[in-house]
């Protein structure tokens, strides 16, 4: 199990040459230009509904058809939801000088809840900011998938709930401890 999980946070980790084309998990995707933006940011849905937002490389935010927070990657760190908390998993990699072999192990650390307001502050800042430049209309629609479907509308309802709600968190990742 943690060889996959391993795997997936490695691409995760790597930079993104076209986000939009690896996306196909999110059936609905857009990339979008900001003009105070370096990088396109790309925003989609799963199948059941499950918002991905990718704001350039770094921070990503994927919530549940609820609308509640599951994971986060923000400044090279992973976090899943943890119960009432959030857990923030580092990567530690050691070499075995025999072999040669690189070890990655993950340290969790659950958020105080210090940490967690913090970080739930820091989140929906940067949520806020993201709604009110799709809705000031100062953007360009790089692509989309299905280019006949603009869900900037949906998308501008979600991160409305989203911040109403104080960014909530989902149930716990389900998974080892």
């Known amino acids: 199990m943690w060889k996959g999980f391993a795997r997936k946070m490695a691409l995760e980790e790597s930079d993104r040459e076209d986000l ?27 199948k059941q509904g499950e918002l991905s937002c990718f704001l350039g490389q770094d921070p990503v935010y994927h919530f549940d058809p609820d609308l509640q927070l599951k994971r986060a990657f923000i400044d090279g760190l992973l976090y899943r939801t ?3 908390t959030l857990a923030q998993l580092t990567r530690v990699r050691t070499t075995n000088p025999e072999t040669d072999r690189i070890r990655t192990e993950l340290q969790r650390h659950d958020l105080t809840t210090e940490e967690l307001e913090t ?29 006949d479907v603009n869900f900037l509308p949906r998308l501008t ?21």
């Open 82 to 84: 943890q119960g009432t």
């Open 20 to 46: 939009m084309r690896e996306a196909t998990a999110l059936k609905e995707r857009m990339e979008i230009q900001f003009p105070s933006e370096s990088e396109p940011f790309v925003f989609g849905y799963r």
């Open 119 to 147: 970080f739930r502050q820091t989140v929906l800042q940067r949520l806020i900011n993201l709604k009110e430049q799709i809705q000031s209309g100062s953007y360009t629609v790089l692509r989309r998938v299905p280019e």
């Open 157 to 177: 309802d979600d991160l409305g709930k989203v911040i109403d709600q104080g960014l909530p968190l989902g149930d716990r990742f389900k998974g080892k401890r």
